[in-house]
C-alpha cells in the first residue's frame, strides 16, 4: 500500500524514466515536502547555483493529498531557493496536487534544462505517458492564458501549474501559479524562476483514477466530525476569505504599514474583505479540492487595464501588500494589483516588501527619479502596477528590484539595509512580530527564511488555535516573552508534517489535534501512527532542513531579524512601544530542539532524530558538531 | 450609560451608522454583564479575542458594567 513512484525527467536529453520508491522510504519520507526534499538530496548538491541546469526542481503532491480528506489538497515544489540561496520549498492547494496523485505520482523530479521552452504532459505513472511537448506559442503568456491554452488544447480535465513572464525572466521571486484565474501559487521562494531556467512553462496532468484508503467507511465517519466542526469554525472565513481579517489584524497592530513603520492606518476599513464585500466587489466564491470553507473569492476589476473583467480577489497577505504597506487604500488598486501579479507570476508577499522598500528608497533620495523612470508615491496604485511590470520584465528599476529586497539593499547601501525587511533574503510576510513575539522568534528559525506558514504561532497567541492541543500548559501572553519559544517549536514540529501530508492549515481553524491526523493516516494507509509519531516526523523534517542550512553556512548569526522589526517599534495602535526580545527566546528555542548555542543540532538530537547519515552526506565538518 | 467600542472585523456586525474608520461605537445600560454583550451587538463570540475595561482585560464575563465603564471589543485575528 505504501510503496510509490516518482517519474524522472531529464530535460536536457529528453529522457523520462521510473523510480519506485520502496515502503520504509515512503514510511519514512511519507510525501509533499518531505519526500520532496529526500529526493532532491538524491539528485542534487547544496552547493548548485539555484538558476543552473544542476538544481533539481521537484513536485511532490503530500501522502494524504487526492485521498478523500477534507483540505488534502496541497503540492510542494522543492528546489534551492535563488532568492535565499537556501534548500526551500513553496506549497500550493488548488486541484493541480489531487490529480497529481490520480496519476498514480508521488512525485515528478525535473532535472537538467530543456533547450527550448517546453510544458510537461502527465497522463499517466508510466514514463512513456509523461511527454515533453514544445511550448514555443506560450512563451511570454501570462499564467491565466497560458491556463486557458492548454486546457484547450488538452481537455477541461487538464490541471495546470505555470510560470508567468516572471518567472520566464527568473526574477528571484517568481512564482508557480495553479488553476489559472482561480489562483492559487506556490508563491514563496522563487520556484518559478527555476522553472523559468529550466525552460519549462508549465506542468500539465491528465486525470487519472481517485486512489482508495484502506478503510473507506471509517475515514468517511471521521471526515463527517470534522465537516461539521470546519463549517461551525470558518463561517466568517467562507464568507470574506482570509481578506475579512484585514481590519482585525490593524486593530491588534498585526498588520504591517508603510513598509513596516507605521502603527495605524484608517485605511484598513476600505481594503478589508467585508468591505470590498459591501461595495459589491465580490461576485463569487471558489475552493480548493476537498474543501468546504470556499476561501477564494472572485471579484470584479475596476481598476488598471483590465477594468471591468473578473479575476482572483486579493488574499489577506495580498492586501497587506499592495495596501497598508503602500498606504494604498483604494481596494481598486489593491485588486487591480493582486490580478496583475498573478498573471505576471509574482509573489505578492516579497512583491509587496520590494514595493514598499522602493517607495522609501525614492521618499529617502536613495534611488532618483530618472532611475525609477517615474516618481515612486505612497498611496498610488499606479506607483504598484507601473513597478509590478517593470519586476516582471526585469526593466529600469526592476532589474534592482527583481533579486529581492536584500539584494536590492546590498547594491544600495547601509542606508536601505537598515529598512530592508527580510530574514535569510526572504521578504517577511504580514504578520507582526511587535504584535505577537513567538513570531520572532519563529520567523527567525524557520527553515526558508521568513514564513508564518511554517509556524503559525499567532494563531496560538491570538487563541485561534487552543495551546491545549499540542500540550502547551502555560498562558501566552502577546507581548512577552514566556513560553514563546515553546509555542513556536511545536507548532513547526507540527506544520511540517501538514506539509509532508499535503494538508491545508486553515484545518487549524476546526482545532484539528496531531492524534486527529494521524488517525487519518492510519486509515488510510493501514499505517500504524500516532500523534506523537507524527510530531516526530515534522520535527525529523524540520531538522533535516536545519543540516540542509548549516552545511549552507547559516548558524545563531542568520537567525536575526531586520532592524526594522527587533530595534524599532510601532509608533501608535495596540503593539505600540513593544519589541521582541529575541535573544532570550532564541536560547530557550535551541534548548528545546537540542541544538548547541549557535543553533547546530548537537550529535545526541541527530542520533535520537536518526539523521546522522546526513552530516557527511550533506558535507557537514563533525568538528562543528557537539554532544 | 457604558460606552462600547469595537474594533476589527467585529464593526461588520453593526450598523453602517456606528461605524467611525476603523472601529464602531455603541452603548449599554449600566447593569449590563459583559457576556451578554454579544448577544445584544450580534457579535458571535468565538469571534471576539478580548474584553478590555477601563484599560485592563477582564475574563470573568459575569462581571457587570457600571455608569461610566468604558469597554474595548477585540477581534480574534484572521488572516492567511
Redesign the interface.
Known sequence: MLEGRAIIVDLTTKCTSQLAIDERTRSQYMGGSYLGTYLWLEYSRLEVDPLSPANTLVFAPGLLTGYPIIAANRTSVVAKSPLTGLLSESTVGGYFGPKLRSSGLDAIVLRGTSPEPCYILVEGDDPSEVKLLPAGDLWGLDTFKTAETLKARHGDDVEIAAIGPAGENCVHFACITAGGSDTRAAGRTGMGAVMGAKNVKAVAVKSGKTPRPQNPKELAEMMRDLAGRIRE?T???SA?G?A?????????G?LPIQNWKGG???G??RI?G?AMA?RGMVVGHYTCWGCPIRCGKDVILSAGDRAGQKSHGP???TI?AFGSMCLNDDPDYVAAANDLANRLGLDTISAGNVIAFAIECFERGIIAEDICGRPLRWGDGETILYLLEEIAHRRGIGRLLSRGVRAAAQSLGPLAQEFAVHVKGLEVP??DPRAYTSMAVNYATCMRGAC?LEGLT?YVE???YSRSNLGIESEIVPSGTEGKAEVAFKMQNFLAAFNSLGLCKFLLRAQVTPDEIAGWVRTTFGLEMSGKDLLDSGERLFNLRRLCNVALGITRKDDILPPRLLSQPRPTG?AAGVLPHLGKMLDEYYKLRGWDHEGIPTISTLKRLNLLEFVGKLGISERVLSE | MATLEV??????YLPKAA?D??VARAVVPPGTALGHLPGILGI?Q??I?AYIVNGRSVKDLSTILGQDDHVVI???????
Open positions: 469554525k463561517q466568517a472565513f470574506y482570509t475579512g481579517g484585514v481590519i482585525s489584524c490593524e486593530a491588534t498585526d495605524s492606518f484608517p484598513a476599513a478589508t467585508q459591501e488574499e489577506y497577505e497587506a504580514f504578520h508564518h499567532y491570538s487563541g485561534t495596540k | 474594533t476589527g472585523h467585529l464593526i461588520f461605524r474608520g476603523t458571535p468565538e469571534e479575542q477585540l477581534p480574534v485575528i484572521t488572516g492567511g
